[in-house]
């Protein structure tokens, strides 16, 4: 049992990271996914039902 206080700050490690590149068509490429769960977050995750990546890569170009 834990306070939601609690639950989002053992929630905020986890974080979407983005990665921009330039190829050579000079197209910029930027990359976006979730950081690898922690233990604590399978945890609570698992206690809502939800899924432990709950966002799916994302490519796009511009």
């Known amino acids: 049992r834990h306070h939601w206080a609690t639950l989002r700050t053992h ?10 590149m330039v190829n050579d068509k000079g197209q910029v490429i930027h990359i976006r996914h ?6 604590v977050h399978v945890k609570i ?8 990546r709950p966002l799916r890569r994302l490519t796009t170009i511009e």
Not at 11 to 20: A, P
Not at 34 to 39: I, K, L, V
Not at 45 to 52: D, H, K, Q, S, T
């Open 11 to 20: 929630l905020s490690g986890q974080v979407r990271v983005t990665t921009s």
């Open 45 to 52: 995750y698992n206690a809502l039902g939800l899924p432990v």
């Open 34 to 39: 979730t950081s690898e769960p922690e233990p």
